[in-house]
């Protein structure tokens, strides 16, 4: 069976997959091709469910992104009789996804440009975020900051700012 939506997907008939089996390999960006055939091939009796995200190429020139599971399928005496799959177009999550990478990095970029210490911290005095001011004020690195209760950075200062930092918080 191949469901209708494979032709709004992938762009071509159901008919050419009936046709042709393994057709639709032959839609996977070359980039993506080898993952998602070593993906497959641990499809089997110890493991009976994968799953991959790999892009297509439609024949009119468009990409698209999709998720795909593929299963084992057993008999009743419990012996692989095949393998059945459910591909799902996940292309417009994908390019949210992309947009707000992008989006991140951008902030990141003019977080750390700004000449200003800035920092954000919890309720427990932990420090979330750090700006690369901080850090080169304290001598370390952001991943060095990031996570850990800001008296293990300013070990001197940080009890007599707690109460206002919770203030703020």
């Given at each position: 069976y191949v469901s209708p939506a494979y032709e709004r997907v992938w762009g071509?008939?159901?008919?050419?997959?009936?046709?042709?089996?393994?057709?639709?390999?032959?839609?996977?960006?070359?980039?993506?091709?080898?993952?998602?055939?070593?993906?497959?091939?641990?499809?089997?009796?110890d493991r009976p469910e994968v799953s991959v995200e790999y892009r297509i190429a439609r024949p009119d020139g468009t990409v698209r992104w999709i998720h795909d599971r593929g299963f084992t399928v057993r008999d009743a005496a419990g012996d692989v009789v095949g393998h059945t799959g459910v591909a799902t177009d996940v292309t417009e999550r994908k390019q949210v996804e992309t947009a707000l990478e992008r989006q991140q990095a951008e902030l990141r970029a003019l977080f750390d440009l700004l000449p200003v210490m800035i920092w954000f911290k919890d309720t427990e005095n932990r420090i979330r975020r750090v700006n690369k001011a901080v850090a080169d004020a304290a001598g370390l690195t952001v991943e060095e900051i990031e996570g850990r209760p800001s008296v293990e950075i300013y070990p001197k200062d940080a009890a007599k700012y707690h109460a206002d930092d919770l203030e703020v918080i």
């Amino acid at each position: 069976y191949v469901s209708p939506a494979y032709e709004r997907v992938w762009g071509r008939s159901a008919e050419s997959l009936y046709s042709r089996p393994k057709a639709w390999v032959e839609a996977i960006l070359p980039a993506d091709r080898e993952r998602v055939y070593a993906t497959f091939e641990t499809l089997s009796r110890d493991r009976p469910e994968v799953s991959v995200e790999y892009r297509i190429a439609r024949p009119d020139g468009t990409v698209r992104w999709i998720h795909d599971r593929g299963f084992t399928v057993r008999d009743a005496a419990g012996d692989v009789v095949g393998h059945t799959g459910v591909a799902t177009d996940v292309t417009e999550r994908k390019q949210v996804e992309t947009a707000l990478e992008r989006q991140q990095a951008e902030l990141r970029a003019l977080f750390d440009l700004l000449p200003v210490m800035i920092w954000f911290k919890d309720t427990e005095n932990r420090i979330r975020r750090v700006n690369k001011a901080v850090a080169d004020a304290a001598g370390l690195t952001v991943e060095e900051i990031e996570g850990r209760p800001s008296v293990e950075i300013y070990p001197k200062d940080a009890a007599k700012y707690h109460a206002d930092d919770l203030e703020v918080i």
